[in-house]
């Protein structure tokens, strides 16, 4: 039978010579796949322009794919959100598709996308074979068209009221001429004829292949008409085709009929939607239906659709699907509008198989649904523990398609990524459910970090404003979050970094806001620019720090270990709290020094005594054979040049001089004059260097003053070695009343080799101004007087 163009047998396509100037498409970015009823082709070509759109060619030239020629012709096209993604589906039927006995479609398409003006044509091609056997009926309700195909042999009528039927006879035997033509049956209107031809112009599509009989209408014609079956709206379209062949009328009745349900979105979080078991009002003898849902056009087993969380129920005479908004194999898009929203995409792929008057019809459904905007929440996390004094934000739930681009801290701006010269880093952390989110560390000592203190806590609040700047891609539109974080951590006194030096030690401390809590003493003194002065300190205090040089020998070293080759110096800075003056923390520093010679008076009466004796002995004399007053008193080390002696104060022949206010304690470092006159006769006494050893105390300060074996001072002595052949200073002016010789003691007694911190050394000159006035008491803690000639 002949259907003119449209029913025809379809001709062999062949690509045209247009289609060779067309550019490759790259393999990654095209998919083309096979399915049961059409093909479908997905390119991703990542650019931004106007939307792409296909052509399709047959041996009879080309054809731009646009929307009312897609619906016409079996195509549906899709563009997503994302530049440069486009599909198309074509019906294994579609109007440019060589078919060969319904068993092999061979398809070619050229897809044009726009280049800065231009346009550039990518060329394709796929041929297929059904997966699946035709079923006698099968009506597909694709997204843009309806198309049902029937077996040429089955193609009778369907369901149709006797009383209808008749009238379609009789008006198909009044009619009827040897081309066909078709009817359309609306329901309480007369059926009209008109000619295949009429029926194309209106957007109506008649095909006869090798073995089938097709019928592709657009959605929303005039003769289609809506119905509500079970309460869902249904569009059906009823055709009849007829023709009079001799005293024969053929006729062919064709039925459309497809859910119009939009599908809905409640607040489990599942998308929706119904289709009738039954679509059409009049057909009968429906038996039980069996259905099968997938996504993108491929089913699933009952198995994954439960594990996906698909739900398929029948209730009153209705299929219901629902399907979780965020299931496999949907699209997912965010957007900004006012805040981050996001949306879901899932393309439905149901099928329904039924038995309709004895007949296997198979119905399949292309639905498009869509959740509403829905809120996405990006939310902040604070992981920050104290301890660590660094804040740890996260922020988590960022989805797929939104990266952060930038954070402002307390307004300060930061890029992302972070340079590596920041203190503050950012890390992305990547989770499986195809969101991510940022981890955020800034030190609490950072710049940027807010400090305050609180009286309240009786801690420090420190406190970060952050700003996060987050771009939807690829359109790298922005949208901001916002979160405060807070840690309050208890006070710490200050810290002074400490250096050595030839000279002395050096102490640097870093102002904080919140410093003015705390005081800094030396030797339970407080720390002022008067004491400073005082003692001999080199102090700077500006906004951003105090730096403190302590020379040596100034008031407040504590001295251990003192050898010939030297000696260790101890320095302490206290930091006590503002209103109770209770120590809280000190910084201590301990550093090696050396020098010639040095003395030093403990509180507890001890002399420790470095001189030097080149002068003092005669040449080749060995410093080893010197002693005190006492020749039992020896030294403890000698060199070529020096001893060392350390005695206590009123031994080894010591003198005492008592004064009305101080009492001086001395003794002398000499030669044996025995050794002396054989080493070299020609040598007198009245040439060599006499060394004499002085500590003088405040008698206000002392608790014991002639105890053989007991010695208590508040205050350390003032040390002094006289070498009388060189020194110009006059003794100390005080006048004693009682020289007192100290007991001997016998060398078996050993020397004990403590001694406690020097002070700075006075000379003898200004020694009686520096003294403390009679009564005033000192700290008791251990203090030393050092000197060096």
């Not at 089913?299 to 029948?314: F, M």
């Not at 340079?419 to 950012?426: A, G, L, Q, V, W």
């Not at 040089?549 to 110096?569: A, C, I, Q, R």
């Not at 470092?669 to 050893?693: E, G």
Request: glycine share 4%.
């Amino acid at each position: 039978m002949a259907f003119g163009v449209f029913l025809g047998v379809t001709l062999l396509l062949f690509v045209w010579a247009t289609a060779a100037k067309c550019h490759h498409i790259p393999d990654e970015a095209l998919q083309m796949e096979c399915r049961d009823r059409y093909v479908r082709i997905a390119v991703d070509l990542s650019y931004t322009g106007p939307a792409p759109h296909f052509e399709a060619i047959d041996a009879t030239g080309v054809y731009a794919i646009t929307e009312q020629y897609a619906a016409q012709c079996g195509y549906t096209v899709s563009v997503r959100p994302q530049p440069g993604h486009v599909e198309l589906r074509a019906s294994y039927f579609s109007c440019h598709t060589d078919n060969k006995d319904d068993e092999v479609f061979t398809f070619n398409f050229n897809l044009i996308v726009t280049h800065e003006g231009e346009e550039d044509p990518y060329a394709f091609n796929k041929t297929c074979t059904p997966s699946l056997p035709w079923s006698p009926r099968e009506v597909t309700c694709e997204a843009n068209y309806m198309e049902v195909s029937v077996r040429s042999d089955v193609a009778c009528p369907t369901g149709t009221k006797k009383d209808d039927w008749d009238v379609f006879v009789q008006t198909a035997y009044t009619s009827a001429t040897s081309d066909w033509q078709v009817m359309f049956q609306r329901e309480d209107e007369e059926p009209t004829p008109m000619t295949i031809n009429d029926a194309h112009e209106q957007g109506y599509a008649f095909d006869l292949t090798d073995g089938r009989l097709v019928f592709r209408t657009p959605y929303g014609q005039l003769d289609s008409f809506s119905t509500e079956v079970n309460d869902v709206p249904v569009e059906v379209v009823h055709a009849t085709l007829f023709s009079r062949q001799s005293w024969v009328v053929l006729m062919v009745d064709l039925v459309a009929a497809c859910s119009m349900h939009e599908g809905s979105y409640d607040n489990s979080g599942y998308m929706m939607w119904v289709t009738p078991e039954a679509l059409h009002p009049l057909v009968s003898g429906l038996h039980e239906t069996q259905v099968n849902v997938g996504v993108s056009g491929e089913l699933v087993e009952q198995a994954v659709a439960e594990e996906r969380g698909y739900i398929v129920e029948k209730r009153n005479a209705t299929v219901q699907i629902s399907i979780p908004y965020n299931a496999e194999g949907g699209y997912r898009k965010s957007v900004v509008s006012g805040g981050l929203y996001e949306y879901y995409v899932f393309d439905l792929y149901l099928e329904q198989i039924s038995d309709e008057d004895q007949v296997d019809t198979r119905l399949r459904f292309h639905r498009t649904l869509a959740t509403p905007l829905l809120p996405c929440v990006v939310f902040t996390e604070n992981r920050t523990v104290p301890e660590e004094r660094t804040f740890t934000v996260y922020l988590g739930d960022v989805p797929e398609d939104v990266e952060l681009a930038a954070v402002r801290l307390n307004g300060y701006e930061c890029t992302v990524p972070f340079t590596d010269t920041s203190s503050h880093t950012i890390t992305k952390v990547v989770h499986p459910n195809n969101i991510h989110g940022y981890t955020l560390k800034v030190p609490f000592d950072d710049p940027v970090v807010m400090q305050q203190f609180s009286k309240e806590d009786a801690a420090i609040q420190y406190s970060l404003d952050i700003n996060y700047t987050l771009t939807v891609l690829p359109e790298k539109e922005p949208f901001y979050h916002l979160a405060s974080v807070m840690a309050l951590t208890d006070v710490s006194p200050p810290v002074f970094d400490a250096v050595c030096s030839e000279s002395g030690i050096s102490f640097k401390l870093d102002h904080r806001p919140f410093d003015y809590l705390w005081e800094i003493s030396i030797c339970s003194e407080l720390l002022t620019s008067e004491l400073a002065a005082q003692h001999g300190y080199i102090m700077s205090n500006d906004s951003q720090s105090l730096l403190l040089e302590v020379p040596l020998f100034s008031h407040g070293y504590e001295y251990k270990d003192v050898t010939l080759n030297g000696f260790f110096g101890t320095f302490e800075i206290a930091v006590q709290d503002h209103e109770t003056s209770e120590v809280k923390s000190s910084t201590i520093k301990t550093c090696p020094f050396s020098t010639t010679e040095l003395i030093m008076c403990s509180t507890d009466g001890m002399m420790t005594v470095v001189a030097d004796l080149s002068l003092a002995i005669p040449s080749g004399g060995d410093p080893a054979r010197v002693n005190l007053m006492d020749k039992y008193c020896g030294p403890k080390e000698t060199d070529a040049t020096r001893a060392l002696f350390s005695f206590p104060l009123n031994t080894c022949e010591s003198t005492i001089k008592l004064g009305k206010e101080y009492v001086t304690y001395e003794n002398e470092i000499f030669f044996s004059k025995t050794l002396r006159a054989l080493k070299n006769p020609a040598d007198s006494s009245n040439d060599i260097d006499r060394v004499t050893v002085q500590c003088t105390y405040p008698l206000a300060g002392l608790f014991r003053l002639f105890s053989v074996y007991r010695f208590e001072s508040d205050a350390a002595g003032v040390g002094r070695i006289v070498h009388s052949a060189h020194s110009t200073e006059a003794p100390p002016s005080m006048e004693p009343t009682t020289v007192y010789p100290t007991r001997r003691i016998p060398s078996r007694v050993s020397m004990r080799p403590d001694f406690y911190p020097p002070s700075q050394y006075i000379k003898v000159s200004s020694f009686l101004k520096n003294l403390p006035k009679k009564g005033a008491r000192r700290s008791s803690q251990s203090r030393v007087h050092a000197t060096t000639s």
